[in-house]
């Protein structure tokens, strides 16, 4: 069992998921999803790795890194998946 703090938004009256980064009102309710590993399927892209090396300052000696990994994980078939969606 595994926890997600971005589950999907529903509108609690009409059962229609909200797009992803609206802001919930009080009408909404957060949903818990469900699925099925053995039906899904995932694929890795590409990492990408930037560096912004330290200049000559002496006070602030840093390096910045950063990455950027591609991923995608989506159902074989649109089954085996769910979202409880609870009233308010």
Known sequence: MY???DCPYYNANTLAKLPW??????TDTQASVSFF???MMKATGSTNAYL???KSDPQNQE?????RHYFICLPLKNEAI????SAL
Request: charged share 10%.
């Open 3 to 5: 926890e997600y703090t």
């Open 21 to 26: 980064g609206t802001v919930p009102t009080a």
């Open 37 to 39: 590993a053995p039906r």
């Open 52 to 54: 912004s090396e330290a």
């Open 63 to 67: 390096n910045l890194v950063n990455f």
């Open 82 to 85: 769910g979202a409880i969606v």
